[in-house]
């Protein structure tokens, strides 16, 4: 191969590559950015406020301790836990899986809400 059709080689990938790289990028800033949106779920008098949400897939949800005690949002089938929340503390869990998701308090059993995911 001569000099000249090895450099013509080389720029060739570079750009092929740079350019399949912002691609890459850009679809992952798209993908980041879509349509997620971010939800709360205040825990306030011994309640969960909304007690029932419904979220898309890829949405966030905060839960925000608004009592003096402290609280858990915990799936019945464990499949998420925002652990013991003081007040004023929050946790926020993205959900990727449809389904229904129903959760309490580890501390306060009788608190109860459901969250679906569509």
């Given amino acids: 191969m001569s000099t000249t059709t090895r450099r013509q080689f080389l720029q060739t ?9 912002a691609a890459t ?4 800033i798209a993908q980041a950015d879509g349509h997620a949106q971010a939800h ?3 825990i306030k ?3 969960f406020q ?4 419904t979220i898309n897939a890829g ?3 905060t839960f925000v301790n608004g009592d003096g005690a402290p609280h858990t949002a ?3 089938n464990r499949s998420f836990d925002t652990g013991r929340l003081g007040r004023g503390a929050s ?13 309490f308090c580890e501390i306060h059993p009788r608190m109860k809400g459901v969250l679906t995911v569509v």
């Fill in 13 to 21: 990938s570079l750009i092929g590559g740079a350019a399949a790289l």
């Fill in 25 to 28: 990028t850009v679809g992952r």
């Fill in 40 to 42: 709360t779920v205040t």
């Fill in 45 to 47: 008098g011994f309640t």
């Fill in 50 to 53: 909304p007690a029932q949400l």
């Fill in 59 to 61: 949405d966030t949800v």
């Fill in 74 to 76: 915990t799936a019945t």
């Fill in 91 to 103: 946790a926020t869990l993205q959900f990727g899986a449809a389904g229904r998701y129903d959760y």
